[in-house]
């Protein structure tokens, strides 16, 4: 038996409101819209992963979902423009990633990361 493929669902009255953000900030392309669904998703391969916290880290809350990209820097020009939440700032961590958490559109808070050095 293998896990495939992990993906989080989050609860949401209009799920096409999120489209933006997820579009706009993080660069996911839109693969399937029924209405009442919508998924987003990346070209690159991944594995699938799960964690479990008792904190985010430097004392940080525990974030609902963690996504690693290849330019942070990017994204988080990309978040502050689009006026989204931004619930703990750019950062280099101790463990060696540079991260900042944002609220998206459904309140959900993203541990945002890149690993560096």
């Known amino acids: ?58 004392g940080a809350p525990v974030p609902d979902v963690s996504i690693e990209v290849d330019n942070i820097d990017e994204v988080y020009r990309n978040a502050k423009a689009g006026k989204y939440e931004i619930a703990y700032e750019l950062c280099n961590e101790p463990w060696g990633v540079r991260r900042f958490f944002v609220r998206d559109p459904t309140g959900r808070l993203l541990n945002i990361l890149q690993h560096i050095g």
């Open 1 to 58: 038996m293998a896990v495939k493929r992990i993906v989080p669902d989050f609860a949401f009255e209009n799920p096409e409101d999120v489209r933006a953000f997820y579009e706009n900030v993080l660069g996911l392309k839109l693969v399937m819209n029924q209405g009442w669904i919508v998924t987003f998703a990346s070209d690159l391969p991944t594995t699938a992963q799960i964690s479990i916290a008792s904190e985010g880290g430097s």
